[in-house]
């Protein structure tokens, strides 16, 4: 009786080749806080290390001669709005006199302006108010995100000047990883490009990125070209500096083919690996013949063959261990 078998032609298949690049993680973002203006340091309300919300007080300044002079304007602003009410009042009175023809034309137009000019002052002391309340709001150096205070540069009762340094905060919920990819694969890589990220301390754990930046210009002390990552899913185990993994992986385009057989298509007796290829003879009929391949990797899909095997030959994927070197056989494709 003929044994049936099943066979497979061997074809090329896109080689996925796995590279790793060393990074470091970083946050996405990064605010150096100051004030908009100078003076002594009142209170700090953070500590390196804390965490803080969007709007949350970090420090503030000594205002008391900035509260003085907005309630001065204040006293300023009520002041020229009862005048400009008042010169209202008189216009109104001395229009409706000259209407009657009982006020003569100059004390008309004097009275038009007294209210003009009370007015303009009213309007710009209102305008000087409001500056100075906007002014005082910059005596708070408030949170301009939610994130992780990482530094803290002043103490209480310092005098800081405008835009010096006051603390650093990182965002939380935004990690990055930036790496260098070295000429020959940096042609590669396109913004948008998948990748995973692994980390020594969490070895049996990769998490997604994606490429947010690729330099065009290399470094000059690595000579590698600068690429930028988003983490997605990043916990609080992850934080800025630590070393990370970059995996990318690279598909026929970047790495070439390779043959793939089968894992049940390859057999291993005292002298190494084998196949049985198949020799047709006709209908539906033929006569399987030993073959020693060198193996590859194993990857889901099967064995790599290195050598051995050519694009186009037929070799047998089941039952392998039933054959032997010529025997015929009823062939059955896969």
Same mark, same amino acid.
């Given at each position: 009786?003929?044994?049936?078998?099943r066979?497979?032609?061997?074809t090329?298949?896109p080689?996925?080749?796995?590279?790793?690049?060393?990074?470091?993680?970083?946050?996405?973002?990064?605010?150096?806080?100051?004030?908009?203006?100078? =003076?002594?340091?009142?209170?700090?309300? &953070?500590?390196?290390?804390?965490? $803080?919300?969007? @709007? *949350?007080?970090i #420090?503030?300044?000594?205002?008391?001669?900035?509260?003085?002079?907005?309630?001065?304007?204040l006293?300023?602003?009520?002041?020229?709005?009862?005048?400009?009410e008042?010169?209202?009042?008189?216009?109104?009175?001395?229009?409706?006199?000259?209407?009657?023809?009982?006020?003569?034309?100059?004390?008309?137009?004097?009275?038009?302006?007294?209210?003009?000019?009370?007015?303009?002052?009213?309007n710009?002391?209102?305008?000087?108010?409001?500056?100075?309340k906007?002014?005082?709001?910059?005596?708070?150096?408030?949170?301009?995100?939610? =994130?992780?205070?990482?530094?803290r540069? &002043?103490e209480?009762?310092?005098? $800081?000047?405008? @835009? *010096?340094?006051v #603390?650093?905060?990182?965002?939380?919920d935004?990690?990055?990883?930036?790496?260098?990819i070295?000429?020959?694969?940096?042609?590669?890589?396109?913004?948008?490009?998948?990748?995973?990220?692994?980390?020594?301390s969490?070895?049996?754990?990769?998490?997604?990125?994606?490429?947010?930046?690729?330099?065009?210009?290399?470094?000059?002390?690595t000579?590698?070209?600068?690429?930028t990552?988003?983490?997605?899913?990043?916990?609080?185990?992850?934080?800025?500096?630590?070393?990370?993994?970059?995996?990318?992986?690279?598909d026929?385009?970047?790495?070439?083919?390779?043959?793939?057989?089968?894992a049940?298509?390859?057999?291993?007796d005292?002298?190494?690996?084998?196949?049985?290829?198949?020799?047709?003879?006709?209908?539906?009929?033929?006569?399987?013949?030993?073959?020693?391949?060198?193996?590859?990797?194993?990857?889901?899909?099967?064995?790599?063959?290195?050598?051995?095997?050519?694009?186009?030959?037929?070799?047998?994927?089941?039952?392998?261990?039933f054959?032997?070197?010529?025997?015929?056989?009823?062939?059955?494709?896969?």
């Amino acid at each position: 009786m003929i044994r049936p078998v099943r066979f497979k032609v061997v074809t090329e298949a896109p080689i996925q080749v796995e590279r790793r690049f060393s990074g470091i993680t970083k946050a996405g973002e990064v605010v150096r806080m100051s004030f908009r203006t100078g =003076g002594k340091v009142e209170t700090l309300e &953070v500590a390196v290390g804390d965490r $803080v919300r969007l @709007g *949350q007080v970090i #420090a503030t300044l000594d205002n008391r001669d900035a509260r003085l002079n907005l309630e001065k304007a204040l006293v300023a602003l009520e002041n020229s709005r009862i005048q400009s009410e008042n010169a209202r009042s008189n216009l109104n009175r001395v229009r409706a006199l000259y209407e009657n023809n009982n006020e003569p034309l100059s004390e008309y137009e004097k009275a038009r302006d007294s209210y003009a000019n009370a007015s303009a002052t009213y309007n710009a002391d209102k305008r000087g108010a409001q500056l100075l309340k906007r002014e005082l709001a910059y005596y708070t150096l408030t949170a301009p995100m939610d =994130g992780i205070i990482t530094s803290r540069v &002043v103490e209480a009762n310092e005098n $800081v000047s405008s @835009g *010096q340094e006051v #603390a650093v905060i990182q965002s939380s919920d935004s990690i990055e990883v930036e790496t260098g990819i070295p000429e020959l694969w940096i042609p590669h890589i396109r913004r948008g490009q998948a990748v995973s990220i692994a980390y020594p301390s969490m070895p049996e754990t990769r998490f997604e990125g994606r490429v947010t930046e690729v330099a065009f210009e290399s470094d000059k002390e690595t000579h590698t070209y600068p690429v930028t990552l988003s983490m997605e899913g990043a916990g609080a185990d992850i934080r800025p500096g630590m070393p990370a993994s970059v995996i990318f992986e690279f598909d026929k385009n970047v790495a070439g083919t390779m043959l793939l057989v089968s894992a049940h298509a390859v057999a291993k007796d005292y002298d190494g690996y084998f196949v049985y290829t198949v020799e047709e003879t006709g209908k539906g009929e033929g006569v399987v013949r030993k073959r020693r391949v060198t193996v590859g990797r194993m990857i889901t899909e099967g064995f790599e063959i290195a050598s051995g095997l050519q694009v186009g030959e037929k070799v047998v994927t089941a039952g392998v261990s039933f054959l032997t070197d010529g025997k015929k056989v009823k062939l059955i494709s896969q």
